[in-house]
């Protein structure tokens, strides 16, 4: 696939997800029929896109599975307001200087330890958990390195914000996760796994972070313009 043939998929995978939140936040909150109706038929023009992305006609024939999907999973007023899933993220370093990376067990990739937020645990919290859980590692986090938005950054065809901690090791030893990983283990900056993801935007600031530095947080700067032109706007 071409650079701009991808640009143009992110680009729609950007459009349906907005599009389809919109739609399912209206129908959270609107108990107008004729309003449900609209928003019914917005989300019917998004899972049309997201079906425009899918390279083969099996999966372009899912049009209508997407859109019930979608609407199980409307809830009523606040609850049903929909925003980007959260995503919890771990640059967690040892005394030697090294990374901690876990392979995932489909795709074979390598990462840093990785996860969704929990209900009921505060973000620095589910670093914490996550990776105890994946690598049997105890992490004390230090800093947030940056907020990232999945979508924008390639990641995801939905909504996602990743919080990117840097954390301490301070104890436990590495025992992979049977299940959630296919492996774990230290590496060095000039060692890493052939198959890591994303090292081009994080590699520097994560070994920054583990050799002692302070970092400011980063987060994607708005783009111009972020959406529609301002002068276009209805």
Known sequence: MSTESAAIDAQLARWSETLSAIARTGLAFTQNLYERERY??????????????????????????????????????????????????????????????????????????????????????????????ETGIDAEPVQLLGVVDGMRMGFTKFGMYLLLFHCRAIGGEITPHPLETDGCGWFTRTNLPTATAGVGWWKDRAFAAINGERCIATFDVPRIPMWRDSSNAR
Do not use: C
């Open 40 to 133: 019914e038929e917005v989300l019917h023009v998004a899972a049309d896109i997201k079906a425009s992305l899918e390279e083969t006609k099996e999966l372009r024939r899912e049009q209508r599975h997407f859109v019930q999907e979608w609407m199980d999973n409307i809830g009523e007023g606040i609850p049903g307001y929909v925003t980007p899933k959260v995503a919890v993220g771990a640059i967690v370093g040892n005394e030697a200087g090294e990374i901690l990376l876990v392979k995932r067990p489909v795709s074979g990739v390598w990462l840093y330890p990785t996860g969704w937020a929990d209900v009921g645990y505060s973000a620095a919290e589910v670093v914490v958990k996550e990776v105890k859980e």
